[in-house]
C-alpha cells in the first residue's frame, strides 16, 4: 500500500491552515482536488487515488490532495456574490503564490500536474488554463469551466478571469501548446455540453488536448476511477 501522510500548509494570503493528504513516497507531483464542498481526503475515500496505485508505489508519481474553501467561497449563499468570488480567488492565489511554489521547491521541477472530478475538474482547469507556465498536466474529469451559475447575474474581472471557457477563447494559443491537456466525460454526463463545448474552444484556437467520451456511465466516481488511471498511464507509464 502507498504511503498515506495528513498533513496541513499555512496560507498567509487565507490566514489559515489548510489540510493536505500526501500519498506515494516518490514520483512526479499531482495536486488534486475535491468535488464541491467535498473534503480533503474525498479523493482517497472514493477509491480515485486508488484506482492509480500501480504508478504511486512504482515511484512515477505522488499525490497531493489539498482542502478547497468553496464553503466560504462559491457556494456561500449567505455572501453577495462580489466576497464569493473574491474569497475564491484568494485561493486560487494560495494555490499560485505559495503552494505551488512549494511542491516545486520538493520536487525540483518547473511545472506540476492538476487533476479532479466534477467540482475538483473545475478547480484543476480553472488553475491550469490561468497559470499555464506553472501546469504540465490538466485532468479535469466531468469538470465544468464556468461559475456564471454561482454569482447571481453578478460580474466583474475576476468572474471573468475564473472562467475558462469565456478567457481561453480569449486568449493566445501559444500559452497553453506545452500542456498535456485531458477533457474527459461520458454520454451520460450532466457536464458532457460543458466539457464538449471546452473541446471545441481548444480546437477552434489549434491546442492539443485529449477528449474522452465513455458510453452508458453516468457522472459518478465509476467512471473517473475507470478513466483516471488510463490517463495517468498514457502520460506517465
Request: glycine content about 6%.
Amino acid at each position: 500500500m502507498p504511503k498515506i501522510e495528513h498533513t496541513d500548509f499555512y496560507s498567509h494570503i487565507l490566514g489559515m491552515s489548510l489540510n493536505v493528504e500526501v500519498t506515494g513516497h516518490y514520483g512526479y507531483p499531482i495536486i488534486m482536488f475535491p468535488t464541491s464542498r467535498g473534503s480533503y481526503t474525498q479523493n482517497h475515500d472514493f477509491k480515485l487515488n486508488e484506482s492509480i496505485n500501480w504508478f504511486i508505489e512504482q515511484g512515477i508519481v505522488k499525490l497531493y490532495n489539498v482542502q478547497t474553501i468553496d464553503g466560504l467561497s462559491l457556494y456561500d449563499k449567505g455572501i453577495h456574490p462580489a466576497d464569493r468570488i473574491r474569497n475564491y480567488e484568494m485561493w486560487v492565489q494560495f494555490m499560485r503564490q505559495e503552494y505551488v511554489p512549494y511542491i516545486q521547491k520538493v520536487h525540483q521541477t518547473h511545472r506540476v500536474a492538476v487533476a479532479g472530478a466534477s467540482f475538483g475538474g473545475y478547480h484543476a482547469s480553472n488553475f491550469a488554463f490561468r497559470y499555464p507556465d506553472l501546469v504540465s498536466h490538466m485532468f479535469c474529469l466531468s469538470g465544468a469551466f464556468t461559475i456564471r451559475d454561482f454569482m447571481d447575474g453578478y460580474s466583474d474581472d475576476l468572474v471573468y478571469f475564473n472562467c475558462p471557457r469565456e478567457f481561453v477563447n480569449n486568449d493566445e494559443a501559444w500559452k497553453y501548446k506545452h500542456m498535456h491537456i485531458v477533457l474527459s466525460t461520458s454520454d451520460q454526463d450532466i457536464c458532457l455540453e460543458q466539457t464538449r463545448e471546452m473541446a471545441g474552444i481548444l480546437t477552434s484556437k489549434g491546442i492539443n488536448h485529449w477528449y474522452d467520451e465513455r458510453k452508458w456511465i453516468s457522472h459518478d466516481w465509476p467512471l473517473w476511477r475507470m478513466v483516471f488511471p488510463m490517463f495517468i498511464g498514457r502520460f506517465f507509464g
